[in-house]
């Protein structure tokens, strides 16, 4: 597929966190167990097909299947990259604010504050990598929205990160309990190339939702297509149904 800018599915998107063979190639060449590849400095693990064949094949409570259609496992996640915000904890502030009755903001110690969460969610990129079980501790959106009482106008929500990115979603399933700000990564701080301080974990949808260096949250009555969304990407971005591309 040719596309006239750069995307995640590009060999050349940030970084180009690629093996030198093709993706693809490379999962099909990994005939047993688990086998490690190095990218640019860091360890990723290709679950092993055993691994991935039982995932297809185990229904999550909701009745889909544990791994969505087209997806490899890996097990963690990896950088994508982005533009990183200030990663001191001191200095991070987020913004509550648009259809809401009560906008505020918050830093980080209020936000430990609040009530803390520890989740286990399936995570799935739409560059096609899945991760199971991935462990984050945070607090859950619902709590936050709560706290700014959102008004019966509301629809859509938009996450707004450091550099200008923004993820839109339904107010709906970003109320859902799967739903959380995300401070920690498997019991760690969130390291800088995940989002550090600060970030969001939408399990149930593409990755990209999930926006890094999260610094507001705006509540609004109309949709407004972010970042991917308005280069080519899904509006929606649900897994199960492969809403890739737009
Ligand atoms: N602020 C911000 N958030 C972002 C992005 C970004 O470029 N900037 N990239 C998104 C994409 S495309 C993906 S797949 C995930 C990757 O998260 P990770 O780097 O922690 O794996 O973050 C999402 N959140
Ligand atoms: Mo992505």
């Not at 936000?111 to 520890?118: G, K, R, W």
């Not at 899945?130 to 607090?139: E, M």
């Not at 969130?190 to 969001?200: C, D, E, K, N, T």
């Not at 990209?208 to 991917?228: C, L, N, Q, V």
Request: glycine share 8%; aromatic share 10%.
């Amino acid at each position: 597929m040719t596309r006239n800018f750069r995307s995640p599915e590009d060999p050349l998107f940030e970084g180009a966190q690629v093996p030198s063979m093709s993706r693809r190639h490379f999962v099909r060449s990994a005939t047993v167990g688990t086998v490690v590849i190095a990218l640019g400095g860091a360890g990723y693990c290709l679950a092993g097909q055993e691994d991935e064949k039982k995932a297809r094949a185990t229904l999550r409570p909701d009745g889909r299947p544990r791994l969505p259609p087209g997806q490899y496992l890996l097990n963690r996640i990896r950088p994508m990259g982005g533009i990183e915000g200030d990663p001191s904890p001191g200095s991070w502030r987020l913004q509550v604010a648009g259809e809401v009755e009560t906008p505020y903001s918050l830093d980080l110690t209020e936000l430990h504050n609040m009530a803390q969460v520890d989740q286990v969610a399936d995570v799935h990129c739409v560059t096609k990598w899945t991760v199971l079980d991935a462990k984050w501790t945070g607090v859950k959106l619902a709590a936050l929205a709560a706290r700014a009482n959102v008004k019966a106008s509301a629809r859509h929500v938009i996450f707004e990160a450091f550099g200008g990115y923004t993820a839109n979603v339904r107010l709906a399933e970003a109320l859902a309990s799967n739903v959380m700000l995300a401070h920690k990564y498997e019991g760690q701080p969130l390291a800088r190339a995940h989002g550090a301080p600060v970030r969001i974990v939408m399990p149930d949808l593409y990755f990209w939702k999930s926006a890094k260096w999260i610094t507001g949250i705006r509540f609004t009555a109309s949709d407004k297509p972010g970042y991917w969304e308005t280069r080519g990407y899904h509006n929606h971005a649900d897994p199960w149904k492969e809403e890739r591309y737009g």
